[in-house]
């Protein structure tokens, strides 16, 4: 070996033995995953894997909070009036349909204040500005139409493969959320929540490789000084791409001690959700005619490209093709779930005709064709609430 190819491999063992990963607190032990309590609130979340019952207790109370509110306001609450629920998926840079569907929505006039909203990832981001109405349009507007790659993350070096926690630093979404998800917001969701309302986001807990949903009203309502931070947390952990972007840590304690749970984003086990399978909707005892509007930030029809034949493309190609498959299934699932709960079924997604080139992630050009696109089929008569019952070839509802 010569002294030069000595020199360099001494210094990249130095190199090695001087770097070390990133520490984090204790995890959760298997047997206690369902004792921790993040902020000790009993409600803050559920295991969507785990026993419904908590879940469906938490549904019951909502209606009891949503009929207090109707007897203050003299209105009868023998029959309850229809209810609207709304799903939005994970996509990435693809949320600018979803955000554009919704404004384009609003101008409609037919919009209608959702009883639940849920969110997974770029959905997660939605979620509470499709929660809170027409007046955090502008808002959405604003985030999906002015994002860039510099606003969500900071790319590190390849190092970061083997010594850090992620290829990229997601400091810069953090910043975003906190400047939209402010004390304000909190506030606006905790009062919609005592009015009956449910906004929800899901996570994966990545230890117990089980997905987590998030009762974001019943944080915000919970007056603990930590909800403000838990609430970032979640939004930004619901967006957390594995190995893109940074695991998010959140703080729990059981009986005295400190753990951290590590969350990454909820698309790792599921790209949208309305409520778990394991939950019949009828078991309330409430009977209403319910309306479900799903979201989906991408296309349902294959996205042919030629695959180079080179490692990193084909493993790439094919990871993408898992998850585009696994979205599909999604919608499939929620599909399922409604007709069998007999919840009328809508849905809107990317559709194939939707053709704007794309330079890369997060490229704000393509972001606003898209953006523009949605806002267009929530203006096209029927696009927008077609019954899963009807079939249309344009490809863009169902």
Not at 84 to 106: E, I, K, Q, R
Not at 243 to 264: N, S, T
Not at 332 to 342: I, N, S
Request: aromatic content about 8%.
């Amino acid at each position: 070996m010569k002294s030069s190819q000595l020199v360099i491999l001494v210094l990249l063992m130095l190199g090695v033995a001087g770097c070390s990963i990133p520490e984090r607190g204790p995890g959760v032990p298997q047997a206690d995953t369902e004792r921790a309590l993040p902020l000790g609130l009993a409600n803050a979340r559920f295991y969507a894997d785990g026993d419904p019952q908590a879940m469906l207790e938490e549904g019951i109370r909502s209606i009891e909070r949503e009929q207090a509110v109707l007897r203050a306001a003299g209105r009868s609450t023998t029959r309850l009036p229809p209810v609207a629920f709304l799903a939005v998926s994970g996509g990435g840079d693809n949320g600018a349909f979803g955000a554009g569907l919704l404004n384009g929505w609003t101008r409609t006039g037919t919009r209608p204040e959702f009883k639940m909203v849920t969110g997974v990832s770029t959905g997660a981001l939605i979620a509470p500005f499709a929660f809170l109405g027409r007046d955090y349009d502008p808002a959405l507007r604003e985030v999906y139409t002015s994002m860039t790659p510099e606003k969500v993350y900071r790319a590190r070096g390849l190092r970061a493969a083997l010594f850090d926690d992620a290829m990229a630093d997601t400091g810069p979404l953090a910043e975003i959320i906190s400047l939209y998800a402010d004390q304000k917001m909190l506030d606006a969701v905790a009062r919609e929540y005592q009015m009956g309302r449910l906004l929800m986001i899901g996570t994966t807990d990545l230890d117990a490789q089980r997905p987590v949903i998030w009762n974001m009203g019943a944080i915000a309502a919970s007056g603990h000084p930590g909800a403000l931070e838990l609430f970032r947390k979640i939004l930004r952990a619901s967006a957390a791409i594995p190995g893109a972007f940074q695991p998010v840590l959140i703080d729990v304690e059981i009986d005295g001690k400190k753990y951290q749970e590590m969350h990454v984003d909820g698309g790792a086990i599921a790209q949208l959700f309305l409520y778990p399978p394991s939950i019949d909707s009828a078991t309330v005892g409430v009977h209403r005619q319910r309306i479900a509007y799903i979201i989906r930030n991408a296309r349902l029809d294959p996205d042919y490209a030629v695959s180079e034949r080179r490692t990193l493309s084909i493993a790439g190609r094919a990871i993408t093709t898992m998850l585009t498959t696994s979205g599909r299934n999604d919608v499939l699932r929620t599909y399922f779930v409604t007709q069998r709960d007999k919840v009328d079924y809508n849905l809107a997604y990317v559709g194939s005709d939707f053709t704007a080139p794309k330079s890369g992630e997060f490229d704000q050009s393509f972001m606003r064709a898209l953006y523009d696109y949605g806002e267009r089929q929530a203006a096209r008569p029927g696009t927008r609430r077609h019954r899963a019952s009807k079939r249309h070839d344009d490809g863009r509802s169902r």
